[in-house]
C-alpha cells in the first residue's frame, strides 16, 4: 500500500527525457515541467489506501495493536530487506512505486528462506531474527550502504496513482462483503457456516509453524505433498509479527496480498509495455472487472465464482504476488518494448528469475506449467516466423522447466492430485449426452462462446493488439499471448473433480490483463483522444458499468432447472442483449458522428472499452451474495460452532507444538451411512496434527473413486482411534501415546459421548456443553 506513492527524485542524464510528453500513455509518464509536489500530496495516494485498508480491518473487529504488529511487520520484515536486495540486483532506478512493490515480492522469497532455516532448526520462535540476515550487511558494508537512501526515481503520474489507489480501495470493500464481514475471526455462535477449504488452509498454516517440510495435519506422519508456501507465509508473518494465526488468516493476510498484488500489476504492465497507464488499466481488469455474465442462478460456473478465488483459496493471490514480478524479469530476457523509457533492470535479472521460480513452485501448482508454455510458446513462434531460437528465451524455459521438474519430483512427490488429461472435461456438465449429433455440436459450440465470454471476456484488447499490429507483434507481446492462451488451454485439456484445473486460467489472467490494456491503450492512441475524449470515455465506461450493475441486480437470473446447458443460457442471453445494442448503436454511429463530428473514428475505441467492462457487474453481484448465501456465496461449507472452535483454541494454548490430538470426528456429514471426510476444523484451529480427522483431502486420496467419501486407508489406524473413544483401555490409550505421539484426546458429544471408562483412564482437563478434552498421562 505504501507502493502507491507518486513522488520520487527525477533522473538526470540519459535517463531522464529530453522534453516533457504529451500523452503518458504512450511514455514513461516522466515530465521535466514544474517543481516536485509537496511530500503531502505525492503521498497522499498511499496514505489514503492504507487508511482505507486499516478502517475496513478494524471495522471488522481487527485489534489496533495487532494491525500496528502487523504493519510493523509488512515494512520492517518484508519490505524493507526485499527492497534493499531488489536494489542491488537491478541496475538504475524507475519509480518508487516499482522498487517497493517488487521488493515486497523478493522479501515475501527471502522470508521463505528464513521460515525453512529457522523451522528447520528447531527455532521458529526466534524467525523475527530473519531480516537481520539482510540488513546486518547493509549496515556494515560501505558499498552496500548506499542502498538504504536511493534517488533517481522517476516521479509517477499522479493520475496513476490515484486510480491504483482506487482499484485497492474498491477491491477491498469486495473483500469486506464477500469475505470479511461473514467470516469472523473466530466463530461466536454455533450456527456458523464456513466455507469447506478454510479449515484446511488454515491448518496447512498452523502446521508451518513448527514443521517442514510438512506434514497433511488431519494425518499425523502423512507427508504433505502439496503447494503450501503460501500457507507458510501465513504462518511466518504471524511468528514474526506476534499476531494470531486466525487473525492473520481471516482478516490480514489477504487484503495484503490483494493490495501487493493490484500494485504489482500496475508497476508491471508499466515496465513490460513502457506505459504507465497501461498498468493501471491492468490492474482494474484485473481487480476490478470479474466474470462477464456472473449472476446466472449457478455458484461457479465453470468452476469459479467472480473473484471469490482471492479469499476461498489465498494460495492464488499468493502464487500472482510471485508470478507478476516474475513477467517482468522474463519479459526483460524475452526482449524489450520498443521505444520503452523504463531503465533495463540489468545483470540481476536472471538471479530475480531464479528466485521467483523457485517460489513458484510451491506457490501454486498451476504457475510454472503456464510460464513454462508461454516461455515454450515464444520460442516456437520465433523459430517459425524468425528462423531463430534466442539464447536468452532457451536459457529461461531451461530454467522453468527445472523448477517444474522440482516440483514434480521434491514438492509433489509425482502425486497428481486428481489432475487427468481429459480434453473439455470442464465444459462436459453443460452439454447433455443423448442428443442428435446436429443439437450435441451446437450446443459444444455454445458452451465454448459461453466460457470464453465469461473467463475472458476482459482479455478483449488482445484482438485489439493483433488487429492493430497486424499480427506482427514484438517478442514480449508473443510471451505475454503465450501465458493468456496457454491459462484456458491446459483448463481445456485437464480435468479435475474438484475443478482446480481453472486454476491455470486464473494463471493466464495475469499474462492476459497486461496484453489486454495494451492493445486498449494503442486503440486509443489511433482514436487519438484528447483529455476531454478521456474523460468523457471514463465516465461513460463507469456509467456503463453501473448501468449493467443495477440491471442484473434488478432482475437476477434465477436458479436453473435441467437440462444442463440451461446453466449458461443467462449468460449467453445477456450476451445477445448486449451485442444487440452493440449493433444498434453500430447503425446509429453514422447520425451521431454527423451530429458531434469529435466522434469520428472512435467507435472501435468505445466499443472495446464498453466490452472490458461488462463483467464490471460480477463483483459486486459476488459481494450482495453474502447476503443470501452462507459465507460469502462459498459452496460447500462446514458447520464451525463455536464450541468446537473454543475446545480447539484451548488446546492450542495448552499444548506442545509436537503435540499430537486424536478426536472422534471424522465427518463434515454422514450420507446414507458414507463419511464425507472433509472435516477440519480441529487440526485448523489447535494448529496441531490430529491423528485421524478428515482425510478427503489428502494427496494420496485426491481423485480416487468415491471422492470425499473413500473410506481411510488405514483402518488399523482408525480403529486404534475410535476405540479411545467407545472403548477405551490402558494398553490402547498407552499405544496412542507411544506409537502415535497422541497427548490430547478431543470429543465431540453431539457426535458421540465418549465412554465413561476414559474418565478413569485420562485426565479431564476441559468441558463446555458440547466438548470434552482429556490429556493422556
Known sequence: MTALATGGTEPSGPEGPAAAPADLSRTGGVTTAGASPPAALRYAPAIAGYALVATVLLATGTPLPELARWTGYVLLAVLLPG????RVLRRRPHTLVEDLAFGAAVGLVLELAGWAVFTAAGAPHLLWLWPLAVLAPFAAVPRLRRHWRASGYAPVPTG???????????????????????????????????YIDLAFQLSIAGAATHQVPLDVPQVAGEPLHYHWFGFAHFAAASLVSGVDLPTVFFRLGVPTLCALAA???????????GRPYVGVAAAALMFTVGEFGYENGVRQLFGTQATFIVWGSPSMTYSWVLLLPLLAVLGELVGRARGSTVPALGRGVWLLAALFLAASTGAKASTVPVVLAALAFTAAVSLAFRRRLPRAVLAAAGLALAAQLFATAVLFAFESHGVTVDPFSGLRPYVPPGRPAGTTALLWVLTLVAFLLNLQLRLAGVLALLRLRRWRLEPVQVFLLGGALAGPAIYLLVGHPGSSNQYFTRAGFAFGVILSAWGWAELLDRAALG???????????????????????????????TPSYASVLPLLTWAAALLAVALLAQLCWPALVGRWPGLAGRGPAVLLTAALVAGAPGLVLDATAAHRFPNGGAYPVESMPAARVSAARWVHEQSDPGDVVATNVHCRAVVSGWCDARSFWLSGYTQRSVLVEGWAFAPRMVGLPGGPYAPFWDQERLRANDAAFTAPTAAGLAELRDSYGVRWLVADRQVAPESPALATLADLR????????????
Open 766 to 777: 476441559y468441558t463446555n456443553a458440547r466438548m470434552a478434552v482429556y490429556h493422556l498421562r
Open 531 to 561: 483529455a476531454r475524449g478521456r474523460a468523457l470515455l471514463g465516465a461513460g465506461a463507469a456509467g456503463f458499468a453501473v448501468l449493467l450493475t443495477a440491471i442484473q441486480l434488478r432482475f437476477p437470473a434465477a436458479s436453473p432447472a
Open 263 to 273: 500494485v504489482l500489476v500496475a508497476a508491471v504492465g508499466w515496465r513490460i509495455t
Open 160 to 194: 496513476w496513482a490515484w486510480s491504483l489507489a482506487g482499484v485497492v480501495a474498491g477491491f477491498t470493500l469486495y473483500l469486506y462483503e464477500s469475505f470479511l464481514r461473514v467470516n469472523p475471526v473466530l466463530p461466536t455462535d454455533e450456527g456458523q457456516a464456513q
Open 83 to 86: 527492497t534493499l536486495v531488489f
